[in-house]
């Protein structure tokens, strides 16, 4: 395999990498759910991004840490979505909503 073929092929395995990381949040917002992930970078950091069903203009963004990322991404959420409130069927991480004890 040559080298930019080899690139080529890490940017694909990316794209599909970020498909398969299960959201740390889905929000169901009037647009259908939007779901909220984050990834560690190969190269170091954390990258952070949106997805639902309609066209999200939304870049990923890239943080040093974890948290910063997900706070990041939350913040965008919630500017393209200000109407939204959380209801019970929105899925947080961590929520003891979404847990039984
Ligand atoms: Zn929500």
Same mark, same amino acid.
């Given at each position: 395999m040559?080298l930019?073929?080899?690139? &080529?092929y890490?940017?694909?395995?990316?794209?599909? +990498?970020?498909?398969? #990381?299960? !959201?740390? &949040?889905?929000?169901?917002t009037?647009?259908?759910p +939007?779901e909220?992930? #984050?990834? !560690?970078?190969?190269?170091g950091?954390w990258?952070?991004?949106l997805?639902?069903?309609?066209?999200l203009?939304?870049g990923?963004v890239?943080k040093?840490?974890k948290e910063e990322?997900?706070e990041?991404?939350r913040?965008q959420?919630?500017e393209?979505f200000?109407?939204?409130?959380c209801?019970d069927?929105c899925?947080?991480?961590g929520?003891?909503?979404?847990r039984v004890?």
């Amino acid at each position: 395999m040559r080298l930019d073929e080899t690139r &080529e092929y890490i940017v694909h395995l990316r794209e599909a +990498i970020s498909e398969i #990381v299960s !959201p740390f &949040e889905v929000h169901h917002t009037s647009d259908g759910p +939007i779901e909220l992930r #984050v990834y !560690p970078l190969r190269g170091g950091g954390w990258q952070a991004s949106l997805a639902g069903t309609r066209k999200l203009n939304s870049g990923a963004v890239v943080k040093e840490s974890k948290e910063e990322a997900e706070e990041c991404i939350r913040t965008q959420f919630h500017e393209m979505f200000p109407e939204h409130f959380c209801s019970d069927i929105c899925h947080i991480e961590g929520s003891s909503r979404s847990r039984v004890s």
